[in-house]
């Protein structure tokens, strides 16, 4: 099973990397930019063929080291 | 204009930081993953209301220096 989880920082949280890619957008000529930010997206396969313990290992995973769940929330999608 | 764009490393490609959680989640007692990848992940609000014209803009943007096209391919999502 494949699964691909999304880790962006929670709205109100300050994107340094966000504002970084921002401004060098800005710098290149690419006006018209609003908002940038950034996140990380992590892809892993899995043994676990029972969708719903997959689910659960994942949301375990998210919790103990993918996300800090201080300022990042996380989704994942599960093929 | 919201987009979505996701950077992943070319598969074959070497990935440090996938290997480094994937090695933490073992550590951690998460038994049965295959492979763990990571990417960023990157959202653009943009004042173009054209969808093909934000596209072509993404695009640009993703080439000129949001992915390293010897290593990287990217994937944009417009909503």
Redesign the interface.
């Known amino acids: 099973m494949k699964a691909r989880i999304?880790?962006?920082l929670k709205s109100g949280v300050l994107d340094p990397q966000?504002k970084a890619?921002h401004h060098?957008?800005d710098h290149?000529g690419?006006q018209?930019?609003?908002?940038?930010?950034?996140?990380?997206?992590?892809?892993?396969?899995?043994?676990?063929t029972d969708r719903a313990k997959a689910m659960e290992?994942l949301d375990?995973?998210c919790k103990?080291?993918?996300a800090n769940l201080v300022i990042e929330r996380y989704s994942i999608d599960l093929d």
Chains 1, 2 share one sequence.
Do not use: S
Request: glycine content about 10%; charged content about 25%.
């Open positions: 999304h880790i962006t966000g890619v060098a957008l290149l690419f018209g930019l609003k908002d940038v930010r950034q996140g990380k997206y992590i892809e892993i396969d899995l043994n676990e290992q375990e995973m103990a080291l993918l």
